[in-house]
């Protein structure tokens, strides 16, 4: 059958189940929508920044595992892509990124908008491709598909405008191929090998990452076989509800003391589907199993006795059938009043009634937990509002989350968050955003609010680059020019764009404003004025680094005295 590369394109990904794509229209990109206002099966999501499409597409394809795609037109539009694709290259999600290419008889002419889209995308892709020819199409459609699904990454093509209209006859080959990588199961004589440490070893811990998703009951049952307390990487932490009281917490600044003791205590631990960057916290004495579908991950966090290349699930599945049960508590049970004490520190923090009259993020994290619904999807931007929504986040375990974990990019959850509503518009979306990382896409709201998308962002308003301004007294230095901002009025902005906004400061009225904003029709946006000086959780605490904050908070106190002038 006879079609543009357009119409194939476009019949390809309706095929495949893609539902949505991202972007902002332009003229090389003309074929491409014209094909794509054809097809009832995929909506065009709009989004007044190409950065908010690629990050939509990066939030559905990491919730998923399935394709998100996003597309720019040439040269400004596609290279505005690359900073929201650096979500799916280091969080390691499947996303087809389709840019607009000059026309060929002007290429290497340094024409208007020109770029080398290889390069520009080289880095930040597992594959990149100019399609410079109709014929070429459908292979290399396929291969970028299969590259994005193989190598869990980003793809991308770029096609100039008289590719995307010229007429190609070959459909693309193998579709039944392009799909989410399946599960692997381990060497028997490894796991065998597993179970043997295992069982010489008196303690156990279990470190369980992204990888453990789907695991959830073959965890429950390892703990309850060895007797054994599970922490988890933040990626890790909806896998379990935040009760179950194998489930003892994070490690490191979203996590808590307890975690990093179990984890250092034990004789002996498992790190399952986790390749934790944070190697200050992991134990060094090399009495460590790692289980991971990357064969690249295994032993460069830290010192590995036995490396398995599978999948968690599978693995687990096989370890179980070898594994005998064991009745001594003890160490659990340390973990768990550990856990415990550390639990009430946190609701202290979060009591509304703490300081009347000033509202803490935790006592605001802690609320929108309370209200929000048991199969929310949570969204977390990256800064200091990352540590309140992740420490005081009480999740049910049917919830889901996601937020810029690998790449830590401020101003990544209002994106993100676009792009989960649009999986389900019925589910409740809620974004925990910090007053510096919503200003920097500001504009993705009316993406919200064009598509009649019901998210809910929380803005963290303490008029500072909040984590930024902590590190620099952690070195010993007062605060410098810049970490400080005014701010909007974040609540009056959503009336303007046509939602609906809310502000809260007065810690008595947080729970009556959270219930208000929460049922609200449509997107909204709760402004929360917050204390700047709360200081997050520490798991340990470095005296050289409190050493260091004191002079800093001296430092800042005699520049203040001085005047801004001095």
Known sequence: MSRTVAELLVDTLAQLGVRHVFGVVGDALNPFTHALDAEDAIDWIGVRHEEGGALAAAGQAKLTGRLGVCCGTTGPGGNHLVAGLYEARKDHAPVLAITGGVPAEKRGTDYLQEDDPALLFRDVAVYSQVISAAEQAPAVIREAIAAAYAERGVAHINVPPEVFAAKVESDVASMATLRPRPEIAPSPADVAEAARMIGEAKTVAVFCGQGCHGAGSELEQLADRLQAPLMHTFRGKSILPFDHR??????????????????????????????????????????????????????????????????????????????????????????????????????????????????????????ISNHAADD?????????????????????????????????????????????????????????????????????????????????????????????????????????????????????????????????????????????FLAAPGPAILHAIVDPDELPTMPHIDPAKVLRFGIAKVREAWHSLRGPGA
Not at 331 to 358: C, H, I, S, Y
Not at 420 to 427: F, G, T, Y
Not at 454 to 483: F, R
Not at 493 to 514: E, N, S
């Open 376 to 516: 929310a999807i949570v969204v977390t931007d990256t800064g200091e509002v990352t540590l309140w929504a992740a420490n005081w986040w009480r999740q049910s375990g049917r919830q889901q989350h996601t937020g810029s974990f690998n790449n830590a990019a401020v101003g990544t959850g209002l994106g993100l968050a676009n792009g989960a509503q649009l999986l389900d518009r019925s589910r409740q979306v809620i974004a925990h955003v910090g007053d510096g990382g919503m200003t920097m896409l500001l504009g993705e709201f009316m993406t919200s609010v064009e598509h009649q998308l019901p998210v809910k962002i929380v803005v963290y308003d303490n008029a500072e680059w909040g984590l930024v301004h902590l590190e620099m007294e952690v070195a010993g230095l007062p605060a410098a020019k810049g970490s400080t901002f005014p701010n909007i009025d974040f609540a009056a902005f959503a009336k303007a764009c046509g939602a609906q906004g809310f502000t809260v400061r007065d810690p008595a009225q947080l729970d009556a404003t959270i219930a208000q």
């Open 246 to 367: 194998c489930w003892i917490g994070g490690v490191g600044l979203i996590g808590s003391k307890a975690g990093v003791d179990a984890i250092n205590g034990a004789d002996l631990l498992l790190m399952l589907g986790t390749d934790y960057p944070y190697s200050e916290f992991l134990p060094q004495h090399g009495r460590i199993i790692q289980i991971d579908e990357r064969a690249l991950a295994l032993g460069r966090r830290a010192p590995v006795a036995l490396g398995i290349v599978g999948s968690v699930r599978p693995a687990l599945t096989m370890l179980l059938e070898r594994l005998s049960a064991r009745s001594d508590r003890t160490f659990l049970e340390k973990a768990q009043a550990a856990r415990d004490e550390w639990n009430a520190m946190l609701d202290k923090r979060a009591d509304v009634a703490r300081t009347p009259g000033k509202l803490h993020p935790p006592a605001l994290a802690r609320a």
